[in-house]
């Protein structure tokens, strides 16, 4: 499987190290055999104390995130990383099958999304899609949703933005007003 992806590398995206973020002993487990069987390197962290450290010091080319974590949800973990590094995918892998989770996750800076239990092939080519998807967005100024979202504040105040923000929280330059940036115009 790894021979495969790396033959994308031509195209852009390579991620080999990966960083998972699982508090549940076994599935964490299973999951890094799943992917060093494929080739990976990865390093698990089971809090986001030992999620950022490692986020900082092992820099992974690629995140897995589970959401329910002991002392902050994977929601702060994953902005917080989002903010330090823009680049690196994250992808949430959780048991929460909520359209409200997944919506945050998109406006807290998550790539993408997937629920427990997952399909292990299913999983592997969305790490590929998703590195290749985040690397042409950041390399090239590109993603699959090129167009931008237009948008009105009550104030008359334009707004052209990336899709990246959308159902990102701003304020207004002009009124003040808090500001939902919409996922559609």
Excluded at 76 to 90: G, H, L, S, V
Excluded at 95 to 115: F, H, K, P, Q, S
Excluded at 151 to 159: E, M, N, S, V
Aim: proline content about 4%; charged content about 25%.
């Amino acid at each position: 499987m790894l021979d495969n992806f790396l033959a994308g590398e031509s195209a852009g995206a390579i991620a080999t190290r990966i960083l998972v973020v699982e508090d549940d002993a076994e599935q964490a487990a299973a999951l890094k055999n799943l992917l060093q069987d494929n080739g990976f390197q990865v390093q698990t962290a089971k809090d986001g104390g030992q999620a950022q450290s490692s986020f900082q010091m092992y820099k992974p080319d690629f995140v897995i995130l589970d959401l329910i974590l002991p002392g902050q949800s994977g929601f702060e973990i994953c902005e917080r990383m989002k903010q330090w590094n823009d680049a690196i995918p994250i992808l949430i892998l959780s048991e929460i099958t909520l359209d409200d989770a997944r919506n945050l996750a998109t406006r807290v800076g998550a790539d993408g999304y997937l629920t427990k239990p997952y399909n292990s092939a299913f999983l592997l080519s969305q790490i590929h899609d998703i590195a290749q998807e985040v690397w042409e967005r950041t390399h090239l100024g590109q993603s699959r949703r090129d167009d931008r979202i237009r948008f009105k504040c009550r104030c008359g105040k334009k707004f052209k933005l990336s899709q990246r923000h959308r159902g990102r929280t701003m304020t207004c330059p002009d009124c003040g007003d808090p500001l939902v940036v919409p996922f559609h115009d």
